[in-house]
């Protein structure tokens, strides 16, 4: 037993102590199965490195199961699959991040994933003082602070079946839960929503739901 941090893992940042992050699914969906276990780690890795502009912050097994951005300037699933750290780093974080899985398509070794991510009761610190995290995406008030994602990924041909305990006190995991699993694709609207007629059809009906 120890309550330090295994050597080599920086946790969960002292700047966003006060930053929750919340997983729930639709009924038949599990937030410990395999897929949402790496969603989660994928989705909570992306959001603390972004945060503190650091890939320390990724959790293990992040950097061999996720692809390099494909820095090629367009608008596709590849563009931002790894967290932007070269920003100037936000102020401290406070509030829950509620995330939601909506759905779960299996096709073969390919699944995806579409979450919906709910930011109105979270604010950053800014020069001004503390400033809610939402933004308008849509012409309707009734989606503010409303982000939903899609992440796609590929199955392995064999699965791993055991999993390190996922449920617990620790806010990070100290072992490599992604396993053979890769994150092959991943749309944020929190970070715009020009592209999502052509790249992502039904993205509004995904917003009403």
Known sequence: MRCTEPSGLA???GELADLTMR???????????RAAVVARAYVESYVLASAMRDDRYLYPGFDHAVDHNTGNGGI????????????VKYGPIVGTYHNRILTVDKSGSDLTMVVCTYLYATATLAHSGWVTNWRAISDSDAHAGIY??????????????????????????????????????????????????????????????
């Not at 997983?23 to 199965?33: D, F, L, Q």
């Not at 596709?76 to 920003?87: G, I, R, V, Y």
């Not at 694709?185 to 715009?192: E, N």
């Open 23 to 33: 997983w729930s699914a639709e009924p038949g969906i599990s937030v410990t199965g």
């Open 11 to 13: 946790g969960w940042p």
């Open 148 to 209: 939903p994602l899609k992440i796609s990924m590929t199955v392995p041909e064999r699965s791993q079946l055991s999993l390190p305990p996922q449920e617990g006190w620790a806010r990070t995991p100290s072992e490599d839960v992604f396993g053979d699993w890769r994150v092959t694709g991943f749309f944020w609207s929190f970070m715009g929503a020009g592209w999502f007629p052509r790249e992502w059809p039904d993205y509004d009906q995904t917003l009403d739901t």
């Open 76 to 87: 596709s699933a590849t563009e931002a699959l790894w967290p932007d750290t070269e920003q």
